[in-house]
């Protein structure tokens, strides 16, 4: 079992930056596929980008690839999004996810974070 929490959501200007943070408990961090989903209003929830157990594969959906980076400090058992050139369409509750695989599909990850809101204003 692995408990998330976000944080670092937060009200801001289009091409502004954001990191967000998710930090876990339990001493099996290290175990874990990680990944960021978001959800905005009326849609489903979308894969963002995932990390794998070492940090040394990622992944990341086309429509942030080039903006948001995703990494993890295994010795601190927190995973983070760096968030560059935000847009109006990047608003959504963003989710922190773990499980076994690197996938982009929703039901494929097994633990969920409570979502930290963010909003980019144009």
């Known amino acids: 079992q692995v408990q998330l929490v976000e944080s670092g959501g937060g009200l801001l200007q289009a091409g502004g930056s954001l990191r967000l943070s998710c930090a876990a408990s339990g001493r099996t961090f290290s175990s874990y596929t990680l990944g960021w989903f978001r959800q905005a209003p009326g849609k489903e929830r979308e894969f963002v980008a995932g990390i794998s157990l070492s940090g040394g594969s990622t992944a990341y959906a086309d429509s942030v690839k080039g903006r948001f980076t995703i990494s993890r400090d295994n010795a601190k058992n927190t995973v983070y999004l760096q968030m560059n050139s935000l847009e109006s369409e990047d608003t959504a509750v963003y989710y922190c996810?773990?499980?076994?695989?690197?996938?982009?599909?929703?039901?494929?990850?097994?633990?969920w974070g409570q979502g930290t809101q963010v909003t980019v204003s144009s």
């Open positions: 996810a773990a499980g076994y695989l690197l996938s982009a599909v929703v039901g494929a990850w097994n633990f």
